[in-house]
């Protein structure tokens, strides 16, 4: 008899609520073998690990993640709350968002849109790909027995493309809206921790800024040619007219960089990127980033020069006004972890790494693709689940069950039955299948029905 380590039972405990009693005896069969699985990630790949790939009754385990229901936007909450316990007892919560691009293609795969291709493109040469946008949260966090700081990822959602949108006659969400619902929902699950989000340039707007200011500073790359005000002067005594935004414009950052009289500061940080113990040298103010049209967003700004001449001189940005330089720098060099993680995750658990002759069947207008069982890694999210009939699959499965909104159901966790693991078929070893009673002649319920 073969059950399950007393460490992975208390590991997946906390998740038993989300399941009914037999959906959970299926879910910890699935969980091991994806565990054991090698290659991708499939419902059959995890079937096979545990020895369960002759059942005949092995469309059960598809109906967990394609008919079953359960929430998925629990899961993720639970995740990132033994995450936190875990990595980030105290302080703040440091947050990185970034999107990445899943190459898929094909004629039922809905929401995909051309886009380019961080890992294949350079600054000199642009690869188009076709795929579905992910804008993915991740929790950085020091890990005790690395070296580094780890990207842990826990919350996702599907961004579709504009030509998606137009076909689906829709009205377009872009990156920057994602993210500010992605961050508020994250605030409400943690609304007594302080939040820092790190994300790359393109998070660098300001309704963005401005919206989630309030809830979590976010520190990001900011342009040398911004424009950048001295906060607006207090109105006088019969001063007509609407009250100014923002006071007198101040110089470019480009201009900063190239004056001589501006002062720098040397910097020494601990960790940079790849390096250690790395000196910069830096300039930083505060200022009041404005455009016409545009809510004004104050914000502390740090320009960062090498004195070894090995990158260009760069601009940062932070709403937080009372954060030092070092430790505005100190959160956006985490971001390159993001890059780690989604580098890892195609490397070692079969992501966008598509298998000849299998394809799997998909509603046109559902919007999520089916993607393989991936173990350790958070299922893709979407802020609101919607509920929908799912469309059956017996070869891929759907790594958010279809968008179906699942409810929880307490109870205590069911053992998996030792009779799951003790037919293991050996390799180049035959096993002759039950014999099945045969099903009496008869019209169906449906036809009597039908026809009286």
Request: proline share 11%.
């Amino acid at each position: 008899m073969l059950l399950l380590p007393a460490d992975i039972v208390a590991f997946l405990a906390p998740f038993a609520p989300l399941f009914s009693r037999p959906v959970w005896r299926h879910v910890q069969v699935l969980i091991i073998g994806a565990i054991l699985a090698p290659g991708r990630r499939m419902v059959s790949s995890a079937l096979w690990a545990v020895g369960l790939s002759h059942r005949p009754t092995f469309q059960t385990y598809h109906r967990v993640l394609n008919r079953a229901v359960w929430s998925s936007l629990g899961a993720r909450r639970i995740l990132l709350r033994l995450l936190v316990a875990r990595f980030a007892a105290d302080g703040p919560l440091v947050v990185g968002i970034d999107e990445t691009i899943e190459r898929r293609r094909g004629a039922k795969i809905a929401a995909t849109g051309i886009y380019r291709d961080p890992v294949r493109s350079s600054h000199s040469h642009f690869v188009k790909v076709n795929g579905l946008r992910w804008v993915c949260l991740m929790l950085l966090v020091p890990i005790p027995w690395a070296a580094r700081p780890w990207a842990l990822p826990f919350l996702r959602a599907l961004a579709p493309s504009e030509r998606s949108a137009q076909a689906r006659r829709r009205r377009h969400k872009p990156v920057t809206s994602w993210a500010r619902q992605l961050i508020r929902l994250l605030h409400r699950w943690y609304p007594s921790r302080s939040l820092v989000i790190v994300g790359d340039r393109a998070y660098a707007a300001l309704e963005l800024l401005d919206a989630v200011r309030s809830v979590a500073p976010l520190v990001t790359r900011l342009r040398l040619d911004a424009r950048r005000f001295t906060p607006a002067p207090p109105r006088t005594p019969g001063q007509k007219g609407r009250p100014r935004l923002v006071g007198q414009r101040l110089p470019t950052l480009e201009e900063c960089r190239d004056d001589p009289a501006t002062a720098w500061t040397a910097v020494r940080l601990p960790r940079w990127y790849s390096e250690s113990d790395r000196l910069v040298e830096v300039v930083s103010q505060t200022a009041a980033w404005y455009h016409t049209g545009l809510p004004p967003v104050p914000l502390r700004w740090v320009l960062v020069r090498d004195p070894r001449g090995k990158f260009a001189t760069q601009a940062l940005l932070c709403p937080d006004l009372d954060a030092t330089p070092a430790q505005i720098l100190s959160w956006f060099v985490l971001r390159w972890h993001l890059a780690v993680t989604f580098r890892e995750v195609r490397a070692h658990l079969g992501v966008e790494t598509g298998a000849p002759g299998v394809r799997a069947r998909h509603r046109p207008h559902d919007p999520r693709a089916a993607r393989p069982l991936l173990p350790g890694h958070a299922p893709g999210a979407r802020v609101h689940d919607t509920p929908l009939r799912p469309a059956p699959t017996n070869r891929l499965v759907h790594e958010d069950g279809t968008g179906l909104q699942r409810c929880a159901r307490p109870g205590p966790p069911a053992p998996v039955d030792a009779g799951d693991f003790s037919d293991i078929t050996l390799p180049g070893q035959r096993r002759e299948s039950p014999p099945r009673t045969p099903r009496p002649l008869g019209r169906s319920p449906q036809l009597r029905g039908l026809n009286g």
